[in-house]
């Protein structure tokens, strides 16, 4: 059997399970040998790296990519394993976006582009057992040229697939490290049904190569959780099917809110939404099913500036949801972003203002960057606001502190000023409302822990290695 190595490159100070490995994991494991490295919330040094992947010896080494700061560290592992001799693959949405420019480096040999599970398999059966197999999903180098083959319209189909392989990463117990009420992060949909101007899944690759919105059944989601319960040490007590967006219709929140309901398991959860689905009574439900914590978008105050970014939102219905929210005891964290492209100073005044009318525990303010293929990145390139990287390895300072740029109209340091402002105050009140979160929740780990390892300490340590 042929022997395939995931590895997840992932972000020094954040430790993740490789949910996107696993889904490929479970489905590859039939035909081959399949092992995952995960390396997110640790340093990736050269040595260990080039031991970890010996020690294995695979056939070919599959490497998950994400724009910013995972880049350079997937750079390192794939340089080490075509030392080595192996076939290096990348997959995930950096080479989703960029497949042609990804595959110009001479260490990687083929990407497969938007959602892995059969376009891998395929690719695989090209590599090992028939170079006649006909390629879909992937850009490739076939004799020296790079070669982009369209999207397979063989997509998965959520209720088939089986469940993430968390059973083949090594020290699971990483990711539920408190002694009660850990978090299992849950994967329930593939795409989005919406097309957000800042957002990957606008790519013209993305919803060509991932197709369509597709959303499990809730049970999966409560299948999910006995499994990994069932391999870990400590007491899983939260789901987060935040996603990027997981309550995308009333329909679909009653289901889950019944299913999660009836399971009797007393798990309390983690939602992402958006305002217009947040009825009075999803809202009671979503509370009666163990409801704790919600993201929702508001992204600006100004109407021109909504309808640009394709995400309408009506503040009276928005304060009068997020007042519900609050009432009944979950957390709501509404996320700004400062800085849209071509926006003014007196829209950036109306988001202010929005900021002060909806009630919140969390304002997550962001100032806007340009991630790669989405519809604002066109924009700022037509209007020339910043250089596009040309290499590969320029991509891995996207998103981080300090690497800041303005593409709004807004002169930097009004925009500057006014981001550091609002953050400096709205991230201490949400340090403050997080502990009340934890306490109300008796997450006594938590609690203590976020005093050393929060917002303030992340953005320190990641701004003084980007330097
Ligand atoms: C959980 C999450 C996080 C977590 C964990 C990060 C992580 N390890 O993914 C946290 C909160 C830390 C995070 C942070 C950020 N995130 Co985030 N995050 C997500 C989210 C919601 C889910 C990821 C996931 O588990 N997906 C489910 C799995 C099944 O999908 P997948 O990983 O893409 O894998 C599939 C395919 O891509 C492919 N595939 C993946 N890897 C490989 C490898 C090989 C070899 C092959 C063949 C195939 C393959 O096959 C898989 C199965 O089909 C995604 C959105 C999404 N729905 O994916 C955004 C997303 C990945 N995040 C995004 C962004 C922008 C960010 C931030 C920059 C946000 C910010 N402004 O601060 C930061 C910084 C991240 C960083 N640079 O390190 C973007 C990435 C865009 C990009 N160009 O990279 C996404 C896509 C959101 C979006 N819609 O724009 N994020």
Avoid at 237 to 264: M, N, P, Q, W
Avoid at 337 to 362: M, Q, V, Y
Wanted: net charge positive; aromatic share 10%.
């Amino acid at each position: 059997m042929k022997k395939i190595l995931l590895v997840e490159p992932g972000a020094k100070h954040t430790v993740y399970p490789p949910i996107g490995l696993m889904h490929l994991a479970a489905v590859l494991r039939k035909d081959y040998d399949v092992s995952i490295i995960d390396y997110s919330g640790g340093e990736i040094s050269h040595d260990v790296a080039r031991k970890d992947i010996l020690s294995i010896n695979p056939d070919l080494v599959g490497v998950r990519v994400l724009t910013g700061p995972p880049i350079p560290r997937a750079i390192l592992i794939s340089k080490i394993a075509k030392e080595l001799g192996k076939i290096v693959v990348w997959g995930g949405p950096h080479p989703t976006i960029l497949p042609g420019q990804t595959l110009k480096e001479e260490y990687i040999d083929s990407v497969v582009i938007g959602e892995g599970e059969h376009t891998f398999l395929n690719l695989l059966r090209y590599y090992f057992h028939n170079k006649k197999e006909k390629l879909e999903g992937v850009g490739i180098k076939i004799e020296g040229k790079i070669k982009i083959f369209p999207a397979s319209k063989h997509y998965v189909d959520l209720e088939k697939l089986p469940l993430p392989a968390w059973d083949i990463v090594k020290n699971l117990d990483k990711y539920f490290p408190n002694k009660r009420n850990n978090v299992l992060p849950i994967s329930t949909t593939r795409g989005c049904a919406f097309k957000c101007g800042f957002c990957h899944n606008s790519n013209k690759n993305v919803k060509e190569y991932l197709g369509c919105y597709r959303i499990a059944n809730p049970e999966r989601a409560i299948k999910e959780y006995k499994f990994v319960q069932s391999l870990v040490k400590h007491k899983i007590e939260i789901l987060d099917v935040g996603e990027d967006l997981h309550l995308v219709s009333e329909d679909y929140a009653r289901r889950f809110c019944k299913t999660l309901r009836d399971s009797k398991l007393g798990l309390r959860w983690y939602t992402a939404a958006r305002y217009q689905t947040l009825t009075k009574e999803i809202i009671e439900m979503m509370a009666d099913s163990g409801c704790i914590r919600i993201l929702l978008g508001v992204e600006s105050g100004s109407e021109r500036i909504q309808k640009m970014n394709n995400k309408v939102i009506d503040l009276k219905r928005a304060i009068d949801a997020a007042s519900m929210l609050r009432r009944r005891k979950i957390f709501v964290t509404n996320a700004y972003i400062f800085g849209h492209p071509t926006e003014s100073e007196a829209e950036l005044n109306k988001t202010l203002e929005f900021i002060r009318k909806i009630p919140a525990d969390e304002n997550l303010i962001q100032l806007y960057r340009p991630m790669p293929g989405t519809p604002y990145f066109d924009i700022c390139v037509e209007k020339n606001k910043f250089k596009v990287p040309e290499k590969l390895y320029e991509w891995g300072g996207f998103g981080v502190l300090g690497h800041d740029v303005n593409v709004s109209e807004i002169p930097t340091k009004v925009l500057f000023s006014a981001f550091y402002r609002t953050n400096a105050w709205q991230q201490i009140k949400y340090l403050f409302n997080q502990q009340r979160f934890y306490l109300r929740n008796r997450m006594i780990q938590q609690f203590f822990n976020n005093f050393m390892n929060n917002r303030f300490t992340f953005k320190l340590k990641e701004y003084l290695e980007n330097k």
